[in-house]
């Protein structure tokens, strides 16, 4: 089991940065990916940036202004958020995917309110 414990949101104004933490505790093995996913009100669930095996994906709507990393000593990953947009509105969740190709397991973090105003 990994628990993952997300902080960091808030409501900030367009242009603005926040940075969002993630705390990974428990059977942190065979990491397969980690990642960032929001979810706006009325719509899907989209994926907005992953580290899967040393490469680096982030959406189009992030590029150059979102920065993903890790901190392994401290088990804990980070979305840098910069020139916030009002579209960024959403709720974060961060992800961690763990185990074998036969076994893998999925957590979520519980997901932090990110509000942007214009």
């Known amino acids: 089991q990994v628990q993952l414990v997300e902080s960091g949101g808030g409501l900030v104004q367009a242009g603005e940065s926040l940075r969002l933490s993630c705390a990974a505790s428990?059977?942190?093995?065979?990491?397969?990916?980690v990642g960032w996913y929001r979810q706006a009100p009325g719509k899907e669930r989209e994926l907005v940036t992953r580290?899967?095996?040393?490469?680096?994906f982030y959406a189009d709507s992030v590029k150059g202004r979102f920065t993903i990393s890790t901190d392994n000593a401290k088990n804990t990953l980070y979305l840098q958020m910069n020139s916030l947009k009002p579209e960024d509105t959403a709720v974060y969740y961060c992800?961690?995917?763990?185990?074998?190709?036969?076994?893998?397991?999925?957590?979520w973090g519980q997901g932090t309110q990110v509000t942007v105003s214009s």
């Open positions: 580290i899967s095996y040393g490469s680096i």
């Open positions: 992800n961690y995917v763990v185990g074998s190709l036969q076994n893998r397991e999925y957590y």
């Open positions: 428990g059977s942190i093995r065979n990491i397969n990916a």
